[in-house]
Nanobody, 123 residues
Framework: QVQLVESGGDSVQVGGSLRLSCVASGYTWSRYSMGWFRQAPGKEREGVAA???????LYANSVKGRFTISKDNAKNTLYLQMNSLKPEDTATYYC?????????????????WGQGTQVTVSS
C-alpha cells in the first residue's frame, strides 16, 4: 500500500523558517517525480515545488528563492525548506507523488497524496 506521510507543519512568525518532511512507503518513488502543493481556505490547491528522479526542480513564482525542495532516496523522504515565510504562505501543505517522471506543478499529474500538514504564518 502506497502511503505518504507529511510532518513539520507549525505556526511561525513572518520571516521565519520551517522544514516539511514527507516519508513515502510502498512506492518506488525514486523513479517518479514528487511535489509539494498547498491549499489555503477557500482557494484551490496549487503547486509549490516539484522534483524529478534526476533532481531537477521546478518552483511556483510565489516561492522561488525562498523555498527549496529536496529528497533523500535512501530515506524515502521528500523535504521542503521554507524560508522568509509570509502570511500568504499560510495553508495546508500536501506531499504528492506523480504517475510519471516529468517534473511538473500540474495537479492532475499527481495521483497519490498525503494527508497534509498545516503551516500558519502570523505577523
Amino acid at each position: 500500500q502506497v502511503q505518504l506521510v507529511e510532518s513539520g507543519g507549525d505556526s511561525v512568525q513572518v520571516g521565519g523558517s520551517l522544514r516539511l518532511s514527507c516519508v513515502a512507503s510502498g512506492y518506488t518513488w525514486s523513479r517518479y517525480s514528487m511535489g509539494w502543493f498547498r491549499q489555503a481556505p477557500g482557494k484551490e490547491r496549487e503547486g509549490v515545488a516539484a522534483i524529478d528522479s534526476r533532481g531537477s526542480t521546478l518552483y511556483a513564482n510565489s516561492v522561488k528563492g525562498r523555498f527549496t525542495i529536496s529528497k533523500d532516496n535512501a530515506k524515502n523522504t521528500l523535504y521542503l525548506q521554507m524560508n522568509s515565510l509570509k502570511p500568504e504562505d499560510t495553508a495546508t501543505y500536501y506531499c504528492a507523488a506523480a504517475s510519471g517522471w516529468l517534473v511538473t506543478l500540474y495537479r492532475d499529474s499527481y495521483g497519490i497524496w498525503g494527508q497534509g500538514t498545516q503551516v500558519t504564518v502570523s505577523s
